[in-house]
């Protein structure tokens, strides 16, 4: 259930990093100092700290290196170079399999972190074992970082909405945000009061592109509708499905369209605190949000009287600890409360009740800095703007067996056909993966159906595989994802991940022939998860699963 806000509680999760980030891991002493401080009791505190997959609570090297093994990176040969790197770095440095770092257009990716430097990080692209072992040994000799834009490939994609800043703007430079439109939204947002904000959003049709679907005006005002308790807005940028990286992509190169986007959203719903989650493996991201704010904050953007209009809002930057189950609402209101980031049992919806118990609107960042052309243009000539076939612009996120990896802006009616063309798609394509982990495969000749809010692509998440990609091993993986994932609160979920990887195994085992018990013990614990377990990690934990028995026929 939602706790309202108490003491300091809320600082264990900062609390918890600053220690990590000092050393490497959190010793028993150190933790018992934390809990003092914040007056958590410690066997809460070491449970947050011990749910958290970034944390380490047992002495480590303070150079930790994280080498992607999900899935595209494993079907390009992710294993093989953690297996080759490992021997030839030893013991001086930590070597993690890691699930998705969300630098698919990178595939193979690798991330290197230093304890005491947290934020200078360096990672290899695509990783290669010299490439790997020079950015573990000494980080600061390690190939620079492609730019953001990079993941943005130049296949004449005109009339762009949502990307049209990245690599058009200097992320870094307000003046240069300001010169390409920036703030015109927030001062149409101003002139029109928070109810016409809403009203126009809902108007514009706007929706959840977490893929929640939700329209994104109705949530403000039933978020405002709440004046009892005070509102909060949150973003959630952590990002981790498998696959995904357009948030990434928008936060690094237009970085200053978030921060106005959130202004925007909390003064619709009357909130002066906003928090920013972000995942902790995206550092870049995570610098230029914090310049964007610290500039929004001296030019009277953010604080106490935003644009000279009398409205408080501040926007507080929340690194993420790695725990996939936390892009669930509710249990990134746990995390940031400063408890286990797992779901919450509870029938009301956040703009109801959500963080510290007040109403709350939570928005991914494709979501948001959606509404700054909707608010710019006005809802009728936004809406004008789409036809049966556009509804309005989505962003999907490619990568696997394609030519030009990276994000890409379509409308929304377009086909995962068109987009893979765009994208470059091999000609020995196999199998196509919709939605990412929780969506499911489509057959090469079944890419003609479009997208559709509602339909298979829901998180804009697009991975092509060709016939070379091993697909038994690659299920497992996703089995493998989800028993990790799990939070364990529900038996269907916590046994029936279990029993899902150990069946996927026994087949990879057998080369990849299933036997009819395996699959039909598959289905039994498949329907168990989707019908029983409480939330959307269990519910899906199947699909991809399935989808691969019944339409891809993998195991006949
Ligand atoms: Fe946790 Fe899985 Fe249950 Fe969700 S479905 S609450 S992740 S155990």
């Known amino acids: 259930r939602a706790r309202p806000s108490r003491g300091r509680r809320h600082l264990l999760l900062p609390g918890l990093h600053a220690l990590n980030d000092r050393v490497g891991w959190i010793s028993e002493g150190a933790l018992a100092y934390l809990c003092r401080r914040l007056t958590v009791p410690p066997a809460e505190a070491y449970g947050v700290a011990t749910f958290s997959p970034l944390f380490s609570v047992r002495p480590r090297p303070a150079t930790v290196l994280r080498v992607c093994t999900d899935l595209v990176c494993t079907a390009a040969g992710a294993s093989d170079l953690c297996t080759a790197v490992e021997e030839r770095l030893g013991g001086g440095v930590h070597v993690e399999r890691s699930p998705c770092l969300g630098l698919c257009e990178r595939a193979p990716a690798a991330l290197v972190t230093k304890a005491g430097d947290p934020v200078r990080t360096a990672v290899s692209a695509p990783a290669t074992v010299e490439g790997a072992v020079l950015a573990a040994s ?271 802006e379509l409308p929304s009616g377009a086909t995962p056909a068109e987009l893979l063309s765009a994208a470059g798609v091999r000609e020995n394509l196999r199998a196509v993966l919709l939605g990412g982990a929780t969506g499911g495969f489509v057959r090469p000749d079944e890419l003609d159906v479009p997208f559709a809010f509602e339909g298979r692509a829901g998180s804009g998440v697009v991975m092509a595989f060709d016939d070379t990609v091993p697909l038994p091993r690659l299920l497992l993986r996703i089995a493998e994802f989800f028993r990790d994932e799990s939070c364990g609160r529900c038996v269907p979920c916590r046994v029936g991940t279990v029993r899902q990887e150990e069946a996927l195994r026994r087949i990879v085992e057998r080369t990849g022939a299933a036997a009819a018990d395996d699959i039909a013990l598959l289905r039994d614990v498949g329907r168990a998860m989707r019908d029983a377990s409480m939330c959307g990690l269990g519910q899906n934990a199947w699909n991809a699963v399935e989808s691969a028995v019944d339409r891809l026929g993998v195991y006949g």
């Open 138 to 408: 000494a980080p600061d000799s390690a190939p620079e970082e492609p730019p953001a834009e990079t993941a943005v490939p130049q296949t004449g994609q005109d009339g762009l909405v949502l990307l049209s800043r990245v690599g058009a703007v200097d992320p870094s430079s307000l003046d240069d945000y300001r010169a390409h439109g920036g703030y015109t939204a927030l001062r149409r947002a101003f002139a029109l009061g928070p109810a016409g904000v809403a009203r126009e959003v809902a108007d514009s049709g706007p929706v959840g592109q977490g893929g929640a679907v939700f329209p994104t005006g109705r949530v403000w005002q039933a978020a405002a509708s709440r004046p009892d308790h005070p509102p909060y807005l949150v973003c959630n940028a952590g990002e981790s499905a498998p696959g995904a990286f357009r948030d990434r992509v928008l936060m690094e190169g237009d970085p200053f369209a978030l921060v106005e986007a959130m202004t925007i959203a909390a003064y619709a719903i009357g909130a002066h605190r906003g928090f920013l989650c972000l995942r902790d493996e995206f550092p870049r991201a995570t610098s230029r949000m914090r310049h964007a704010v610290e500039q929004a904050r001296t030019r009277g953007l953010l604080g106490d009287d935003v644009l000279g209009r009398g409205y408080a809002f501040d926007i507080e930057i929340r690194r993420g600890a790695g725990a996939y189950v936390c892009g669930e609402e509710t249990a990134l209101f746990n995390s940031i409360e400063g408890h286990r980031g797992e779901p919450r049992c509870q029938p009301l919806s956040p703009a109801e009740q959500g963080l510290f118990g007040g109403p709350t609107a939570v928005h991914d960042v494709e979501t948001l800095v959606g509404v700054l052309p909707a608010l710019t243009l006005g809802a009728p000539a936004y809406t004008a703007t789409a036809t049966e076939r556009s509804i309005r612009p989505q962003l999907f996120c490619v990568s696997g067996s394609v030519e030009r990896p990276g994000v890409y």
